[in-house]
């Protein structure tokens, strides 16, 4: 456990020092994730040690939202002044959201469609 532990922090540490030499738009996490993944595609699937230390990390996930639910309390007051910019943000950024993806999934399937439909044609020639 301690191994897999160790690689997944690995590929975040490495992630966040990329974003920060380089000034990438992206979370260091995020492509810390993306490396994670690509390990994991090279190696040619997930080990059981690195799926039982992502299960057991999962398992305690909701752990990380208690310093978020902290400093919303800190700072309630200013909260309380800025509730509808807040309110509007996240209402418009989840629309958004589920937009883009329904709309990128639908380009997916039609691309998928599109390949299919030519590999078809392909083997009946």
């Known amino acids: 456990m301690l191994q897999a532990l160790t690689l997944i922090l690995l ?3 490495v992630g966040e ?3 920060l ?3 990438l738009p992206v979370p260091g996490p995020v492509l810390g994730m993306l490396l994670l993944l690509g390990w994991l595609f090279l ?3 997930i080990s059981d040690e ?3 230390t992502a299960d057991a990390l999962l398992a305690h996930f909701s752990l990380l939202f208690v310093p ?3 400093g919303v309390m800190l700072h309630w007051e200013r909260i309380q002044g800025q509730w509808p910019a807040i309110a509007a943000a996240l209402l418009l950024g989840t629309l958004l959201t589920l ?3 329904a709309l990128t999934m639908a380009g997916a399937q039609r691309l998928l469609a599109t390949l299919h439909r030519r590999r078809r044609g392909a083997a009946g020639d």
């Open 21 to 23: 030499l380089t000034g």
């Open 11 to 13: 590929c975040q540490l």
């Open 99 to 101: 937009t883009v993806t």
């Open 68 to 70: 978020a639910g902290v």
């Open 43 to 45: 190696r040619g699937g």
């Open 17 to 19: 020092t990329v974003v």
């Open 50 to 52: 690195v799926g039982h």
